[in-house]
């Protein structure tokens, strides 16, 4: 059994189908909902930027967006102000 979700999406303009696990799809409806963008016209763009032209291309090209648009969101290692944690005496 498949962890993987098929969802139809229209990319520029054409119904094409991609094969993605869950929170790939809710990390892309996510930054879609924050861009002010359909999943669609979202794919769209970045399928233009990176000419994924099949639905394999394409959901490799979405895997590495997502993750890239959340790590950009993230504050690296070095900005973070982390507090040494508490260890327990033995």
């Not at 098929?6 to 924050?34: C, H, K, P």
């Not at 963008?37 to 639905?55: I, N, P």
Request: proline share 2%; glycine share 4%.
């Amino acid at each position: 059994m498949s962890s993987k979700k098929l969802r139809n999406v229209y990319v520029a303009g054409r119904r094409t189908s991609m094969r993605l696990e869950a929170a790939f799809w809710e990390g892309l409806d996510e930054i879609a909902q924050r861009e002010n963008l359909t999943v669609g016209e979202l794919c769209s763009r970045f399928a233009e930027q990176v000419g994924a032209v099949d639905a394999s291309n394409l959901s490799s090209a979405v895997r590495v967006y997502v993750l890239e648009y959340f790590r950009a969101a993230t504050p690296r290692r070095q900005d973070i102000s982390c507090h040494p944690l508490a260890v327990a005496a033995e």
